[in-house]
């Protein structure tokens, strides 16, 4: 008997790591020689670099800027000619003491993807999520060499505020090995740069940003698309997911040529899923909330479809289920349960995920043992 485990973190309360390993004992008690393949999965945000490093890829660490240019160290992946980054190892929102909405940058990303090319990168993959910034990637091109100054001949400073005092990008200083290396930014949100869809207003409050803040960063990114395209020749403001990550994925397709890509299909290659997929009896896939967010491009819906598309049936976990059935057998799941099922304390279920997690697969499993569909 050959189970695939392939859940998303349960954001707030489990890593994606620790969920996997908690379906994996509940099924123990039951199943005690059933093959249990752990694939845990992510989105492209958080999670990623993990999810790289538990499927075999190697580990690599490097001191950067963090949000506020206090050194962290972040940790990236490599395998063969690519590296896989996170921006929030450098630029994340829980690097900081408080959120800095106008000021906080990306200068430490652009730090790691210089780290990733001198370990002998030419493939980076940046997966993007929980950024602190609303930059649009400015703190990472002026690391990478690149000039973007005020109407004084001076450096902006750093994060978004800075980019209101913008009015000219050089980028001639760019590393030259930039233009040898293939850049891929993933992504789970397709929002625009600027506008009511945009990174200031949808993504500004949580990262601190008053109303007024927002309307600031709003026209702050605005001008910088305007001087992106000015530089590059690359319209990048409406394209979608341009405003991922506090808009880096503007400034990485303007000025590196990035390409953007569903950051769970790619997590699924990077961990090779449809390879563990081969001979299995059984997916369990979950996350925190199966909604509708979920089937917007989240890891789970990408588990099913590919369990599917190799004729194997796969069960969702969840803290929360709220898609109905026929939303559910549509995206590919045979069946979802939430952990309310079995223990109805909603302050257990929270205060002990990871218990009531197993209890929950043990629960699935005995109801309903693995069988491949004929």
């Not at 390993?21 to 999965?41: H, K, N, Q, S, T």
């Not at 996350?287 to 967010?293: A, R, S, Y």
Request: hydrophobic letters at 50%; charged letters at 20%; glycine letters at 14%.
């Amino acid at each position: 008997m050959r189970i695939v485990i392939a859940p998303d973190s349960f954001k707030g309360s489990l890593p994606a790591d620790e969920a996997a390993a908690a379906i994996a004992a509940g099924i123990r008690r039951v199943l005690p020689g059933a093959e249990l393949v752990l694939r845990p999965v992510a989105d492209g945000g958080e999670g990623t670099v993990a999810a790289a490093l538990r499927a075999g890829w190697h580990p690599r660490t490097a001191q950067v800027g963090g949000p506020d240019g206090r050194r962290v160290e972040a940790t990236f992946a490599v395998d063969g000619g690519t590296a896989v980054l996170e921006l929030a190892s450098a630029a994340g929102l829980g690097l900081l003491p408080r959120p800095a909405p106008l000021t906080a940058g990306t200068r430490g990303v652009g730090e790691l993807v210089l780290a990733a090319l001198d370990d002998g990168a030419r493939r980076i993959v940046l997966g993007l999520g929980g950024s602190a910034t609303t930059d649009g990637g400015a703190g990472m091109l002026q690391a990478l060499g690149a000039r973007l100054l005020d109407g004084a001949g001076a450096e902006i400073g750093p994060g978004g505020g800075g980019l209101a005092t913008l009015v000219r990008i050089d980028a001639a200083g760019l590393d030259p090995r930039l233009r040898e290396t293939e850049v891929v930014v993933a992504t789970d949100v397709d929002n625009p740069l600027t506008g009511p869809a945009g990174a200031a207003a949808v993504f500004g409050p949580q990262k601190g940003a008053t109303p007024d803040d927002v309307e600031l960063l709003d026209a702050a990114l605005a001008r910088y698309a305007s001087l992106l395209a000015r530089t590059s020749g690359a319209w990048v403001e409406r394209r979608p997911g341009a405003g991922a990550a506090g808009g880096t994925a503007a400034g990485a397709m303007a000025l590196l040529g990035a390409r953007v890509v569903s950051g769970a299909e790619l997590v699924c290659d990077l961990i090779r899923l449809d390879e563990a997929l081969g001979g299995a009896d059984l997916v369990l896939t979950g996350e925190g909330t199966l909604d509708e967010q979920t089937l917007r491009g989240k890891a789970p819906a990408e588990v099913a479809r590919r369990a599917a598309a190799a004729g194997v049936r796969c069960v969702a976990l969840a803290g929360a289920v709220r898609l109905p059935a026929d939303r559910l057998e549509a995206a590919g799941f045979a069946a979802a349960s939430a952990l309310t099922d079995v223990e109805p304390d909603l302050d257990r279920c929270l205060a002990e995920p990871a218990a009531v997690l197993a209890d929950l697969a043990e629960r699935v499993i005995m109801a309903a043992p693995p069988a491949r569909p004929r």
